[in-house]
């Protein structure tokens, strides 16, 4: 008898749920019934070709980033973008606008010019983050800018930006060294480039060389030394931002060994650059002088977004 009294309150207990559960779910569909009875679905998509900002700004980078190169640069500082290690601040609006301008006009669209669009969309990282300060390491050196796996390039020092060729130079030789381990990463160099200095290279320590130093011993900067892909990208960045003269006056200070040696350098770049990529450095460097001037002189217009 216990057990089929338990049999039996155990059955009215699981028919007081189903009740329950039907009352819930009946509920539940009145609810739904009626909500969909009153609001008619919208029929424009929640996913938009076109940004809805009301920022010109970003208006403009769509367009001109976006569109073309598929890159998102980024002006406003994400803490998920940066680098956690330095203290930083903010671009401004103003600054980037005008860096956005010029990164586009002297790196993207002289790519454009010398080997094609569909090159330069390929191959050019697909973020540009853009922060106002500069990074400095502990090291009393300062980072002026990196890049992370091919994909990514951050750009420090926007808020002190100014439209002469020494801040241009500044910024495109950064651009350019970045771009150039982008290239070896995807296509790789002679190795014989690897031996030109083996033995020379002192990592950490190039910070305490002196640019006369580093020059007669055939690396074009101090940071040259730090190892042999970074000596292949400060050799090639800085043939394409200098002048002729600038680049003469170098190979003066380098001396006759000193200049040997990074001759000997460039000549295995140039044949990379022409092979691997079908890159003439020479017109390169024409084209490069030639918008970096434009630039300067104000023919460009870095300002406007409208």
């Not at 569909?29 to 010109?56: A, G, M, R, V």
């Not at 690897?194 to 033995?199: A, E, K, L």
């Not at 190892?227 to 600038?246: G, K, P, R, V």
């Amino acid at each position: 008898m216990k057990m089929r009294y338990n049999n039996i309150y155990i059955g009215r207990r699981v028919k007081a749920w189903r009740v329950l559960l039907f009352l819930i779910l009946n509920s539940s569909f009145l609810i739904l019934y009626t909500s969909c009875s009153e609001e008619e679905l919208s029929k424009t998509s929640i996913f938009q070709d076109n940004p809805s900002s009301s920022k010109p700004f970003d208006n403009w980078l769509y367009e001109n980033y976006v569109m073309p190169y598929n890159i998102d640069l980024k002006y406003c500082l994400e803490d998920k973008e940066t680098d956690y290690q330095y203290s930083l601040v903010p671009a401004t609006t103003e600054n980037s606008i005008k860096v956005a301008h010029t990164v586009l006009y002297c790196w993207l669209q002289a790519y454009d010019e010398v080997a094609g669009i569909k090159f330069t969309r390929k191959y050019v990282p697909k973020i540009i983050q853009l922060v106002g300060s500069n990074a400095h390491n502990k090291k009393g050196t300062v980072v002026m800018g990196t890049a992370e796996n091919g994909m990514k390039v951050t750009l420090y020092a926007v808020n002190f930006f100014k439209n002469d060729r020494s801040t241009l130079n500044t910024y495109f030789q950064i651009m350019h060294h970045e771009f150039t381990h982008i290239l070896t990463q995807n296509k790789e160099y002679d190795t014989e480039f690897r031996t030109i200095s083996d033995g020379s290279y002192i990592t950490g320590d190039w910070s305490n060389k002196y640019e006369s130093d580093a020059l007669a011993a055939g690396f074009i900067t101090a940071y040259a030394m730090s190892e042999y892909n970074e000596d292949f990208a400060e050799t090639l960045s800085y043939y394409l931002i200098y002048t002729q003269a600038q680049w003469t006056s170098k190979m003066k200070l380098a001396g006759e060994e000193g200049e040997a040696i990074i001759t000997r350098k460039l000549n295995i770049i140039r044949k990379y650059m022409q092979t691997a990529w079908d890159i003439d450095i020479d017109e390169m460097r024409d084209v490069l002088q030639r918008r970096i001037n434009d630039v300067v002189a104000g023919k460009i217009d870095i300002d406007s977004v409208n």
